[in-house]
C-alpha cells in the first residue's frame, strides 16, 4: 500500500564549482512525516528547494507520482513550502495572505471564504482576519505560513526549519500541532532540521544527511537504535565513541580490554568505532565493574544527572539517576547488546 | 533617544529665508501690478499661455511614464543581483549624474544635430539623415535621460528590501511571473514609485534649458516662458511670479491626487 510521491535519482547540485549534493537518491513515501536532519551545510536545505523547484540540479531526475517535474517552474507544482523566516506578504492582512493561492487559482469569493476560516480553525488563529502581520508574534506569523500553504491543498507540504526561531516551550507544542495536522490532512510533510530531538518525535522517517550526502534512511527507532556509523550516532542523542578492534565475530576490544558483543561480520581484527549509549551505562560499585574510572563532573539535567567520568583513556559520558561524587571511584558495566560496533567512517 | 528640539533650528532658518520668504514674495508680486497695487490680472493673463501650460504638464507626464517603464524592470534587476554586482550597477547608473547637467544636454545636441553623430553613423549604411533634433520627442528624451536616476533610486531601494524568499513564495503558492509583478512586486514598491514619480515629474514640468537645447525654439514649455519674464527682453516679474504659482498650485494637486490613487491602490491590491 506504500506509494512513492517524489523520488529523487542522483541528484547533483553544484554552487561555485562545489558540489552542495552528491548523487543523492531518496524515495519519499506518500502520506509519511519525512524529516531531512543533517548539521547545517549538509544539503538538506537544497535538497528541499530542487523539490520545490528553487534550486537546479547539474544532473539528476525528480519524479513526482512517476512523472519528471525537473524542468517544471515552481508554481506549476503540487507542493507547498513553509518557509524559514516565514515569507509572508507585508501588504496583505491575515485573510489575504491565506488566500493568496486561492486568489491566483480564481476560486469564488465564497469558496475562498470557507476554505481560509478552515485553516484559520485548523491553526487556531480564528478572529484574525483582519490583522496586519506586523502585529503578530514569531509563532502566530508561523501559524498562518502553514495556513497559507496548506489552504491550496498541496499533495506534499515542504518545511524549512519552521520551527527554528521559536522558544522551546512554543516549538514543542508546535512539533506536536504539526504533527497532528499531517495525520488528519493525510498529506506527506517533507520538514527540514538539524534538531535531532524534532526529527525523532515527528518522523516515520528520518533521512540523516552529512556533506551533501544521505548517511541513513530510517524510523526514529532504528536511526537511534541503530545508527549506521559514528557520525549518525553522535548526531543522533550523545554517544560515547570509542575506538576498538573487532577480535572476531562477537567479541570486541576496546579501551584495553575485550567485551562481548552482538555484532559479527567484521575483518578480523578491524578497527571499528564503538559506540555506547550515556544511557546504557550502569554505574555499580568499583569491584563489580568491568571498567574503573574516576567521576570528573556531574551536571543536573532535570530527569537525569549527566556524568563525566576519566578511565582508561577515554572521558565517559554517563546519564544516570543517582549522581556520584566528583573525585569518587566508580565501577562502569555494559550488556552487550547496547555494544554497537561500526565501520569506521571512510573520511576519518 | 528623543533628539533635542534645537536640532531644527538651522533647518527652521534656512526653510525660513530661503523657501517661506522667497514664497512670500512669489505671491505678492504674483498679486500686485508694475505700481503695487492689487490685482489679479496676472494670473488672469495666464489664459494666453494655457497651450504652453498643457504641453508642459503632456511632456512632463510622458517622460515620467516613460521612465517608470524602463526604471521598474531595470530596479528589479539590480535588487536581485549579487550585492558586488548591485553597488557596481549603481555606481554606473550615478557615473553620468558627476558630469554637469548642461554639458550631458549639449552632449544630446552633438548626438542628434542634422550632421551629428547618430545621422553621420546613419549615412554611412545610406539611411537619413533624419530630423532628431529641434522636436517634442528631442524634449521628452532629454527629460527621460536627465531624470531617470531619479527614478530608479527610489525603486532600487525599496526593492532590494523585498526579500527574496516572499518572491519565492509568492511563485510557491502559484504566481507566473506577470501575477508575481502585478500582486506582490507592485504593491510593495509603491512608496519607490511615488517618490520616483514626484522627483521625476516635477523638475520635468518646471524645466527650461532642456526644452530651449533640444526644442528648438518651437517646443517652449513653461518653464521657458518663465524665465523670459525674468531675464528675457519681455522682461515682467509680476507675470512670471503669476505663473511660477499656478504651475505650483497645479503641481501640489496632481501630487496629491497621485498620493490619494497611490494608497488607494494599496488597499485594492
Not at chain 1, 160 to 166: H, I, M, Q, S
Not at chain 1, 207 to 229: C, K, W
Not at chain 2, 12 to 28: D, E, H, N, R, S
Not at chain 2, 99 to 112: E, K, S
Request: glycine share 8%; charged share 20%.
Amino acid at each position: 500500500m506504500e506509494n512513492t510521491i517524489i523520488s529523487l535519482r542522483n541528484a547533483v547540485v553544484e554552487y561555485d564549482g562545489e558540489q552542495i549534493l552528491k548523487n543523492i537518491s531518496l524515495d519519499i513515501i506518500d502520506k509519511q512525516f519525512v524529516t531531512l536532519l543533517g548539521p547545517s551545510g549538509c544539503g538538506k536545505t537544497t535538497t528541499l528547494r530542487i523539490i520545490g523547484g528553487f534550486a537546479e540540479m547539474a544532473s539528476g531526475e525528480l519524479l513526482f507520482n512517476g512523472v519528471s517535474i525537473k524542468n517544471l517552474p515552481p508554481h506549476k507544482r503540487q507542493v507547498n513550502t513553509v518557509f524559514q523566516k516565514y515569507a509572508l506578504f507585508p501588504h496583505l492582512n491575515i485573510y489575504e495572505n491565506i488566500a493568496f493561492g486561492l486568489r491566483i487559482q480564481k476560486l469564488p469569493e465564497d469558496e475562498i471564504r470557507e476554505r481560509v476560516g478552515e485553516m484559520l480553525e485548523l491553526v487556531n488563529m480564528r478572529g484574525y482576519e483582519k490583522r496586519s502581520i506586523h502585529s503578530l508574534s514569531g509563532g502566530q506569523q508561523q501559524r498562518i505560513a502553514i495556513a497559507r500553504a496548506l489552504v491550496n491543498r498541496p499533495k506534499v507540504l515542504l518545511l524549512d526549519e519552521p520551527l527554528g526561531a521559536l522558544d522551546l516551550k512554543l516549538r514543542k507544542d508546535m512539533q506536536i500541532e504539526l504533527k497532528r495536522m499531517q495525520q488528519d490532512l493525510e498529506i506527506t510533510f517533507i520538514y527540514v532540521t538539524h534538531d535531532q530531538e524534532e526529527a525523532l518525535t515527528m518522523s516515520d522517517t528520518v533521512v540523516v544527511m552529512r556533506d551533501g550526502m544521505i548517511q541513513q534512511i530510517g524510523t526514529p527507532q532504528d536511526i537511534y537504535n541503530e545508527p549506521i556509523n559514528a557520525f549518525v550516532a553522535d548526531f543522533i542523542g550523545e554517544s560515547n565513541i570509542i575506538d576498538g578492534i573487532m577480535r572476531r565475530d562477537f567479541l570486541v576490544e576496546f579501551a584495553g580490554k575485550e567485551f562481548v558483543c552482538v555484532d559479527k561480520g567484521f575483518g578480523k581484527d578491524e578497527l571499528v568505532d564503538v559506540v555506547i549509549r550515556p544511557e546504557d551505562i550502569k554505574v555499580v560499585p568499583q569491584q563489580e565493574g568491568a571498567i574503573v574510572g574516576v567521576v570528573q563532573d556531574v551536571i543536573f539535567k532535570g530527569v537525569h544527572y549527566e556524568m563525566t567520568v576519566d578511565a582508561l583513556g577515554y572521558n565517559w559520558i554517563i546519564h544516570s539517576t543517582r549522581s556520584e561524587e566528583p573525585g569518587s571511584i566508580i565501577g562502569m558495566n555494559v550488556t552487550p547488546e547496547d555494544i554497537h560496533i561500526m565501520h569506521k567512517s571512510e573520511d576519518e | 533617544m528623543k533628539a533635542p528640539k534645537s536640532l531644527a533650528i538651522p533647518y527652521a532658518v534656512w526653510v525660513l529665508i530661503f523657501t517661506v520668504v522667497p514664497l512670500g514674495l512669489v505671491v505678492g508680486f504674483a498679486m500686485t501690478d508694475q505700481d503695487g497695487s492689487l490685482t489679479l490680472e496676472n494670473i488672469f493673463a495666464m489664459s494666453e499661455y494655457m497651450s504652453v501650460l498643457f504641453r508642459s504638464i503632456l511632456f512632463a507626464i510622458i517622460a515620467t511614464v516613460i521612465c517608470l517603464l524602463i526604471a521598474f524592470p531595470a530596479s528589479y534587476i539590480i535588487s536581485r543581483a549579487s550585492a558586488i554586482n548591485q553597488s557596481t550597477l549603481v555606481v554606473l547608473l550615478m557615473v553620468p549624474m558627476w558630469i554637469n547637467f548642461l554639458l550631458r544636454t549639449y552632449a544630446w545636441m552633438t548626438l542628434l544635430e542634422q550632421n551629428g553623430l547618430i545621422n553621420r553613423l546613419l549615412g554611412l549604411i545610406g539611411l537619413g539623415p533624419y530630423n532628431l533634433i529641434n522636436n517634442s520627442g528631442a524634449v521628452i528624451l532629454g527629460m527621460v535621460y536627465n531624470y531617470l536616476p531619479f527614478m530608479i533610486l527610489p525603486l532600487y531601494s525599496v526593492m532590494v528590501k523585498i526579500d527574496q524568499s516572499i518572491i519565492e513564495a509568492a511563485q510557491d503558492l502559484g504566481s507566473n511571473k506577470l501575477r508575481l509583478v502585478r500582486k506582490v512586486i507592485l504593491p510593495l514598491s509603491m512608496p519607490g514609485i511615488s517618490t520616483g514619480v514626484i522627483a521625476v515629474f516635477v523638475p520635468s514640468v518646471s524645466t527650461f534649458i532642456i526644452s530651449r537645447m533640444l526644442g528648438g525654439g518651437t517646443n517652449d514649455l513653461i518653464g521657458d516662458i518663465i524665465e523670459m519674464q525674468f531675464s528675457g527682453n519681455s522682461y515682467n516679474p509680476h507675470l512670471g511670479s503669476a505663473m511660477a504659482l499656478v504651475l505650483m498650485i497645479i503641481v501640489l494637486f496632481m501630487m496629491s491626487l497621485f498620493n490619494q490613487f497611490g494608497s488607494e491602490e494599496d488597499v485594492i491590491l
